[in-house]
């Protein structure tokens, strides 16, 4: 039954575009944090009186471990965002924002919850959407039909994570390759997203303009293949009548 309905729901178009989206944002949620992790920076400056400050202050002493979970969450947005390996991406990123989200109810950490409470039916979405890529593990014998779909999303897409990864991770870079200039919010964040939002606008438009006239030309081939049908039908001898 859940099959049949996202089998269905992989038809859509639509459907496909938000699960793209649904990749790139969350993807671009895990650059600047796993940057400031991956260079060893502290992630707040609350006081260690706040549990909140006490916490975090813990984990980046670690050293190592905090730059690893930096580094887990680069490797996850670059899976994600690339859209080729986003089924694997999307096993990190559960794994990852569900750790997250309990971090944040554990230490209370304020209207963060709700975010990380998004964050997490996202990556519930993104699992779902490839849940029967994932019944290969727990079964012994299981091969995944191969069903074409009349929407299939332009491999494009692909191209244009990539680009956007490196986009992204290139802006949220400077203030730790140069550590002179500063980054507002509008900088550091919201204008990357407008970009990021102006480019998968662009792309849905080129996709779906393409989709439109390759399904135009496949019916004029089809409507031309039926009438040399019928011409060389109707060009045959008639058997003599006996």
């Known amino acids: 039954m859940v099959i049949s309905v996202l089998s269905y729901l992989r038809s859509k178009r639509l459907v496909n575009y938000f699960i793209i989206f649904t990749r790139l944002l969350v993807g671009f949620a895990f650059i600047p944090s796993g940057l400031t992790k991956f260079y060893g920076q502290p992630f707040t400056t609350l006081p260690l009186t706040n549990p909140v400050g006490y916490f975090f202050d813990a984990l980046h002493r670690t050293g190592v471990y905090w730059q690893f979970l930096g580094a887990a969450q680069l490797l996850t947005a670059f899976l994600l965002m690339s859209q080729r390996w986003a089924k694997i991406g999307s096993l990190f990123y559960f794994g990852l924002i569900l750790n997250i989200w309990l971090i944040t109810i554990g230490i209370g950490f304020g209207n963060t919850v709700f975010i990380t409470s998004a964050m997490v039916l996202a990556g519930i979405s993104l699992i779902v959407w490839d849940l029967e890529s994932y019944l290969i593990l727990f079964q012994e014998k299981y091969e995944i039909p191969k069903r074409p779909s009349p929407h299939r999303i332009d491999p494009h897409w692909s191209i244009f994570g990539f680009g956007m990864f490196i986009f992204l991770a290139s802006i949220c870079h400077i203030p730790y390759i140069f550590p002179s200039v500063r980054l507002t ?23 779906t303009k393409k989709q439109k006239f390759l399904s135009k030309n496949r019916e004029e081939l089809n409507f031309t293949s039926s009438q040399m049908a019928f011409d060389v039908k109707k060009s045959d001898p008639e058997p003599p009548v006996k």
């Open 185 to 207: 919010f509008l900088g550091y964040v919201f204008t990357p997203f407008l970009i990021c939002l102006g480019g998968s606008i662009w792309m849905v438009w080129w996709d």
